[in-house]
């Protein structure tokens, strides 16, 4: 890993200290040593901090004045509890394509990538695979142009890497039931059948903590 370089030392420090969370090189609820992020990043404590203080707002970090920093741990309660905001802000973003008539748009960009999620899936790229599954999610954002729902959706997306991975990992998971279940989400936005996208979208979030 290269030293850290100009710009921001607290944004770099973000970037790297998630990744190493998100490719499991921190394992769930593993303390983070500050003190050795330091000497391998040749920088002084402050930016880590800084940036474990941001990965905490995202949801991957917990930290206190009486314990170390660690990566957050995931139970049944908290997959419920992201499952149910995120469920509650793609119904909402999806009525607003409704209503600003953005269906087209938000339909051909799920079709691409559901075709992106099969290639990554024949190639055994499963990181590459949730990351395209996560997007899926952001598309009803994306096209709606909103600044304020789209960053709403990203400050959630670190935490559902996690989720999906953890799922994802299972010997018991059927990694194409995603997709099948994108598939139907997708023609029913096509087929206007509002009610059906709402209890499929209900359905394939709910999922996520039922089965752990």
């Known amino acids: 890993m290269g030293i850290i370089k100009k710009l ?15 490719r499991q090189e921190y394992n769930l609820g593993e303390d983070i040593n500050i003190a050795q992020l330091s000497s391998e990043l040749s920088v ?8 474990l203080s941001q990965l905490e707002a995202d949801g991957l970090v917990i930290t206190s ?27 909402g973003a999806y009525e607003l394509c409704v209503r600003e008539e953005r269906i087209g748009k938000c339909v051909s960009l799920m079709k691409k990538s559901i075709n992106t999620q099969e290639n990554l899936l024949a190639k055994d790229d ?15 954002f994306e096209v709606l142009e909103n600044p304020n729902l789209l960053s709403m959706f990203n400050r959630l997306s670190n935490i559902l890497f996690l989720m999906y991975r953890t799922n994802h990992q299972r010997d018991d ?7 099948a279940e994108h598939r139907r989400i997708c023609e029913a936005i096509e087929g206007g059948n509002h009610d059906e996208v709402e209890e499929l979208l209900f359905r394939h979030y709910e999922q996520t903590y039922e089965e752990m």
């Open 173 to 179: 998971w059927d990694h194409s039931r995603s997709i």
């Open 65 to 91: 004045l009486n314990a170390k920093p660690r990566v957050v741990s995931l139970t049944t309660a908290s997959f419920r509890d992201i499952s149910h905001t995120v469920y509650v802000l793609v119904v």
């Open 126 to 140: 499963y990181y590459g695979f949730i990351e395209e599954t996560i997007y899926f999610d952001q598309i009803i």
């Open 44 to 51: 002084s404590n402050t930016p880590i901090r800084e940036a």
């Open 8 to 22: 921001s030392m607290r944004e770099q420090c973000y970037d790297i200290i998630k990744r190493k969370i998100l």
